[in-house]
């Protein structure tokens, strides 16, 4: 064999040693930052999933909330779609109806494994979109020292409307501090904490059947309870989002406040307790459930693949650990969640709350939707719409969105 033969044989057996060896790429977005324990933690699982599939690797893309969703919404639509995707599981409906994403097959004992009302946040047209990977039930913080202040009798934090009316009349002539942190500025922050108290009220935005159920007495008097304690929030809710009311709670100049688990850790000095969401005359206390999920992206090419990363991030104990390490409401039920109330009895706020909880609502244009809620609590108040007024405006809104 002559020189330039030899050197066409080598380089023709270099290339397929070097094709064998090539792994394929799965492109995984995640809407959030790349530091932190909940991170770190993800990257060690990839990589055992990838140890167990040598023939892939995961590419792993973290972008600002701000941007992400839009941008995992555009690359799908451009036919450039991520594998797989970490992101609020609100966005599922409309990737469904696009036609963007693939359903997650789950069986009958997997799905038992989920609380129901949690499993509702990823279901839509009666098919799963998405694996819970984030979970985040909400509760009332509440500043012991006004209380006492103020005289209150309540030792466990208001339990029902009627506490929290009190408590507002209380805080408000005995103190310097508000006694509410009512967030009513164009933010998605303002719907959530509504939709907090309509669930407490035993209400309903859609029901199981997809049929819009908002024009009804419970979410009437959850207008009526919010009208009712405009007097004791503070001043000008509508230039407030939660974010904006968490340092007046810190610096003892609101009251209460609705939040996460996870806000213990910026309450300040502030002696707080931890309670439910009070419920209304309807209802039981109940929490909104918000989840972030993972979705499966069409025609990336691995898409099987990147279904089975996502279970695996997602089996049982492994997305416990996960849970347990970022801070967040457990997604299922399992030894790890049932010691949380050992560790800290708050926890059980979070906990046995879930079970009457109710999911954002699952339409597909999720942003019309915030518009419109938004809206009707902003004109309520500001006393420019009478309860009725608004759950009737929101009602005819959304048949409105159903259709369309």
């Known amino acids: ?16 040693g070097q094709a064998a060896s090539a792994q394929t790429e799965i492109s995984f ?31 792993q893309e973290y972008v600002p909330w ?19 995707a970490y992101m609020g599981s609100r966005t599922l409906p409309q990737l469904s109806d696009a036609g963007l994403i693939l359903p997650i097959e ?34 009332v913080f509440y500043n012991k020292a006004l209380f006492a202040e103020a005289g209150l009798d309540m030792p466990d934090g208001p339990q ?26 164009s933010f998605d922050n303002t719907m959530h904490a509504f939709l907090n108290f309509i669930y407490s ?34 001043e000008g809710p509508v230039a407030y ?18 939040q996460s688990f996870g806000y213990r850790g910026r309450t300040g000095d502030v002696d707080y307790g931890i309670t439910w969401i009070p419920n209304g005359p309807s209802g039981d206390h109940a929490t909104l459930l918000i989840t972030d999920s993972l979705a499966v992206f069409k025609g990336s090419g691995v898409e099987e693949a990147a279904m089975s990363l996502a279970k695996f991030l997602n089996e049982p104990m492994r997305q416990a650990n996960f849970d347990d390490i970022a801070g967040w409401t457990p997604v299922r039920e399992t030894d790890i969640s049932r010691a949380l109330v050992d560790k800290d009895p708050n926890w059980k706020y979070y906990l046995e709350s879930i079970k009457l909880g109710g999911p954002e609502p699952q339409i597909i244009d999720y942003t019309a939707l915030q518009d419109v809620m938004n809206e009707a609590i902003q004109g309520v108040v500001l006393g420019e719409l009478s309860p009725e007024d ?14 369309d």
Do not use: H
Not at 119 to 138: H, Q, Y
């Open 241 to 258: 989002d939660r974010g904006k009311i968490e340092p007046l709670f810190s610096e003892g100049k609101v009251a209460m406040i609705v």
């Open 1 to 16: 064999m002559n020189v330039k033969s030899c050197l066409l044989a080598s380089a023709a057996a270099l290339f397929l």
């Open 201 to 234: 009220n035993g209400g309903e935005v859609v029901n199981a059947d997809g049929e819009v159920v908002f024009n009804s007495p419970e979410v009437v008097e959850t207008f009526q309870f919010y009208k009712d304690m405009v007097p004791f929030a503070q």
């Open 29 to 59: 977005i995640n809407c959030g930052a790349p530091d932190g324990a909940a991170p770190e933690q993800q990257n060690i699982d990839v990589a055992e999933w990838e140890a167990m599939n040598p023939d892939y690797k995961v590419v």
């Open 66 to 84: 701000g941007q992400c969703q839009e941008k995992a919404i555009t690359l799908a639509s451009a036919g450039d779609p991520a594998a797989l």
């Open 390 to 403: 608004a759950a009737k405006d929101v009602a005819d809104e959304l048949e409105d969105l159903m259709e």
């Open 160 to 185: 029902t409307w009627d506490d929290m009316i009190a408590a507002g009349k209380a805080i408000t002539e005995k103190t310097d501090a508000a006694a509410f942190g009512m967030p009513a500025a």
């Open 106 to 139: 789950m069986s009958a004992e997997e799905q038992s494994s989920y609380e129901p009302s949690v499993l509702s946040t990823v279901k839509f047209d009666g098919s799963i979109w998405g694996l819970p990977r984030a979970f985040s039930t909400k509760a």
